[in-house]
Structures are given as C-alpha cells and as structure tokens.
C-alpha cells in the first residue's frame, strides 16, 4: 500500500507542475485604462483629436506594459491614427519658450539634444507643462546601457560591454558639451539649472527619445543641425516590438497623422504588437533595453580584437586588418543559427592569403574564389573564432 500511495503522490506532483507550466505559459494581462494617468493621457489626446475604440492600456505578464486589442483586428486594418497636434517633434520645441534660446545659440544644436533639453524643462514645469499627462506616463528608468552600472558592464560579453561603454560615455559627453548651452536656460527656469539639466536627467530624456520615438522625417531649418527624424508619439508608443509581427507606420501627408496598419492582424484581448524593424538582440538592448525570445533576426558579432587574437601567428595581420578596414569590411561580421554570414566567410578568405596574393585581396572581397586550400583555411578558422565566442559568453554568464 506504502508504494501505490508514493506512485499517486509523483503522479499528483507531475500533473500539479504541468498545470502550473501551463498557467505560467498563458499571457494574462489587466487593463491600465481606469488609471488616473492613463485616463488623463487620453483626455489629453482626445482635446488633440485623437480617439483610441480599438486599443486600451494593459499590464501584460510577458512584456510589462503594451496595448490590449478591444476588438479583433483584421489585416490591412488600421490600428492608430496619431494627429500631428499630439506628435512632439523639434516643431512643437522651436515654437515653445524654448525655441528663441535655442534659434540663436551657436554652434547650433542637434534635434535630439533639443527634445532633450524639453522633455527635462517640461518635466521640471510639472503640472504647468502641456505635455505633463504625457510626461507623467514615460518610464522613470530605463533599461538601457546608458544606465547600465559597472557591476552590470562587467558581466556582459567583451564586443557588447565595448557598445554599451560607448553609449554610456557619449551621454556623458552630451551633457559636459552643453553645459554652457544649459546655463543660458537659467532665465526661464525655476531652479537652479545646475539642479534641473543634470546628468540623470539628461540621460532619462535621453532614452525616452531614442526608445520611444518613430522615424518622421522633417524638413531641415536653419536653427537645428543634422538629421531630424524623431517624433515622440503619445499612447502610440506603448506598443511593443514582436519580431515576427508585420506593419506598416507612417505620416500620412494627405490626414496629417501617425498611422500604423496591420499587416497580420490581432485577436481580441491580445497584445498589439508592431515591429521597430529587423534587428537583432544585440542592436534590441543597446538601442531599447530589451531582447526578444527565439527573435530569428539573432547574431553574434566577431569584433577585430577577437580576429586578432585567433589570428595572432600571421606576420602580415596589420595590414590585412587595416585592408579590410579602408574597405569597410571589419563591421557586421556575424555568426547566426544558420552558420557564419557571407561578410565573415569573406574576411576570413582574405586573412587566409599570403602577403604574395596581395594582388588577389579585391577580389576576394567581390566574392572571387582563389583557391580550394584557403577555402578550406576558412572553414575550421570560423569554427574556432565560434568556440571562442561561446566561451566568451559562457564566461559573462558564470559572473552573473
């Protein structure tokens, strides 16, 4: 009887972890719709002209905050029409209290810097501010490398510890450039503009821009230098990043509105997702502070310093690396699930010649074949330079 009575008790135990994988497995997700500040957000909007019938803010169990579906979208549907008066753009900065400091500050400003620069004196204004309800809706934090600490640079794997410390010194370089440019702005704030436009604050600003902004290319002015292309875009940037979701996201010219179509469609009470574009999980945490499971789009980059080290032996190195570099061929060497990409396969043929084929070097990089030997070089150089790289990140996760 003791025996039947253990083999029950394993049975029980077995189909009790099952259901619970099973519960686990299941997205659930609660409404953020009657919160105080998502009600005020869509007032907001609503006095903008924006109407929000297909998607509700939601607390998902696998992504955090996103959008719920409130009814089931087909493809081709449109999903969220954003008005330009509800877009924040270097538009709505240049027209505000901001804008005469900024139109004659020399050397002129980048667009990212002046949204920056807003989004930090907005939020000093508080309640004042015309975009708090929306400020007030953005993440306090971020997950980004900007905030990573050195406890957590340290654990990463060496070519991502080196983006990650790049990303976080260049806000740092950001805020120490502008300091005179800040201290211009004492007139119009409240405080001590030494303890507004911080470093903290510059850095969350930041990330709130380039986390959360869609591409909407602007005309270039006279006030602004380089490239403008951001728009932060209220409610609409709740959605979340699926790799393998479909839409198409644009300003429309002719309804002057942010809109995003389905491509694949959404079933009721299911996250809406859209897609920020093919990246792969490196490029997904230095640039959004996240991965994505099983995301097909996955790499591992081969940095110089790890070519160089596999290949330490060859006395001619030097001026191979520096070959492959005035050819713009050191970057994106990549290995995926599906082996070594054509670009590293390339590279590797060219570190395979002697310094006597020189005359050959170009032309292995248009994709000539020079010899079946150095064909075969390349194959098991690949293989080591993949060991590597798995030990590499074995090595970051035993730190953790």
């Known amino acids: 009887p003791g025996g039947v009575m253990r083999g029950r008790r394993h049975r029980a135990g077995r189909a009790a972890r099952k259901r619970r994988q099973k519960q686990e497995s299941v997205v659930q997700s609660v409404s953020l719709c009657h919160q105080l500040q998502y009600v005020r957000l869509l007032k907001f909007l609503h006095q903008r002209g924006f109407t929000s019938a297909l998607l509700q803010p939601a607390l998902f169990t ?26 924040l753009t270097t538009s709505t900065v240049l027209d505000s209290y901001l804008g005469q400091y900024i139109k004659s500050w020399k050397p002129r400003l980048s667009p990212l810097l002046a949204l920056c620069v807003f989004l930090v004196c907005e939020r000093q204004r508080g309640e004042a501010s015309d975009w708090f309800h929306y400020i007030n809706v953005l993440p306090t934090t971020y997950t980004c490398p900007a905030y990573f600490t050195d406890d957590v640079m340290a654990v990463l794997p060496t070519s991502v510890r080196r983006r990650a410390l790049e990303q976080r010194e260049a806000v740092r370089e950001i805020h120490s450039f502008n300091r005179d440019f800040f201290r211009s702005l004492q007139p119009i704030l409240s405080q001590p503009v030494e303890e507004v436009l911080t470093y903290e604050a510059l850095r969350w600003a930041w990330c709130s821009v380039n986390t959360r902004s869609v591409f909407m290319s602007h005309p270039s002015n006279n006030f602004l230098s380089g490239q403008d292309v951001y728009a932060l875009a209220p409610f609409l940037d709740l959605l979340n990043h699926r790799p393998d979701v479909q839409v198409k996201a644009s300003f429309n010219d002719v309804t002057r509105c942010y809109e995003i179509r389905s491509v694949s469609g959404t079933l009721r009470y299911q996250q809406a997702f859209i897609n920020y574009g093919s990246h792969d999980n490196q490029r997904l945490m230095l640039e959004y502070g996240f991965v994505a499971p099983c995301n097909p789009h996955s790499v591992v980059y081969v940095d110089t310093d790890l070519l160089c080290d596999v290949l330490r032996g060859d006395r001619s190195l030097d001026q191979k690396i520096k070959f492959l570099k005035e050819n713009n061929f050191l970057h994106n060497l990549t290995v995926s699930s599906e082996g070594p990409s054509w670009r590293l396969m390339t590279a590797l043929r060219l570190l395979s010649l002697p310094q006597t084929l020189y005359h050959h070097w170009k032309a292995v990089l248009l994709g000539q074949v020079v010899s079946e030997e150095r064909e075969e070089w390349s194959i098991p150089t690949a293989l080591t330079l993949c060991q590597r790289l798995l030990q590499d990140t074995h090595r970051a996760l035993d730190k953790v």
């Open 62 to 87: 696998d992504t955090g905050r996103g959008l719920q579906a409130l009814k089931t979208i087909k493809p081709g549907q449109l999903v969220i029409s954003l008005p330009e008066s509800c877009l």
